[in-house]
């Protein structure tokens, strides 16, 4: 993984970088690179509350906000913005202003990655509007002054329609940290954590593959 001048992650729900990129994320801090990570929601719309339930939907944006917050002291990400939109409603946001709004975060950042969805190929609305707002944004700017944009994907036809990935980044060092990221958003993660655990420990080959190789696609400008 080649060293970058700083790595802007741009998702809409906690826990979104914790599945895909939080080794990926790992890896970059211990190589001395800033990390900021934007967060458009907080996942107030949730399904989940804990088992046995512990929030209710008053109380469950605060819960999340907290759970976002304890994932990045983990993973050791000093800059976490939280952009104030409504979980589930992001693709009913207008793109241009989401866009601008990403674009006033990479000029304050200078980053030469960002990490985001590929839209179209991220199953969630929120999550294909979120990578389509900063591949607007990123479109916008002079080619010569763009940063890299890796993209996660994992739709069923993702690899029929825009083929392998283009990065696959192995974290196997950095295993411990990603699921101690992913646990932390308790509330989401509660029911499905002692099962990935016990996956990991059991030395599935499929599962341990999946787990500690996390893959990207560059975004075609």
């Known amino acids: 993984m080649e060293k970058e001048r700083h790595v802007l992650v741009v998702f809409p729900h906690p826990d979104d970088e914790a599945f895909g990129v939080s080794g990926t994320i790992s890896a970059h801090i211990e190589n001395g690179t800033p990390v900021t990570y934007a967060c458009l929601t907080l996942g107030e719309m949730g399904r989940n509350m804990g088992n046995p339930p512990f929030a209710t939907r008053e109380s469950l ?17 000093k800059d976490l913005r939280m952009l104030g939109y409504r979980d589930k409603t992001v693709e009913f946001e207008n ?5 601008a709004h990403i674009t006033s975060i990479i000029k304050d950042v200078n980053p030469s990655l960002v990490i985001t969805f590929y839209p179209g190929y991220s199953v969630h609305p929120d999550h294909d509007a979120t990578g389509a707002a900063v591949i607007r944004a990123v479109r916008e700017m002079p080619a010569e002054e763009r940063p890299k944009v890796h993209c996660v994907a994992f739709s069923h036809n993702c690899e029929a329609e825009i083929g392998q990935a283009d990065i696959v980044n192995n974290v196997a060092a950095f295993v411990d940290k990603k699921l101690a990221t992913i ?9 499905v954590v002692s099962q990935m655990a016990i996956n990991l420990e059991n030395q599935d080959p499929e599962y341990v593959a999946r787990f500690h190789n ?3 696609w560059t975004y075609p400008f």
């Open 95 to 99: 793109e241009e202003v989401v866009a």
């Open 183 to 191: 646990k932390a958003h308790v509330s989401q993660t509660q029911l």
């Open 61 to 77: 944006p605060q819960i999340r906000k907290q759970e976002l917050q304890n994932a990045a002291a983990i993973l050791g990400i």
């Open 214 to 216: 996390e893959r990207f």
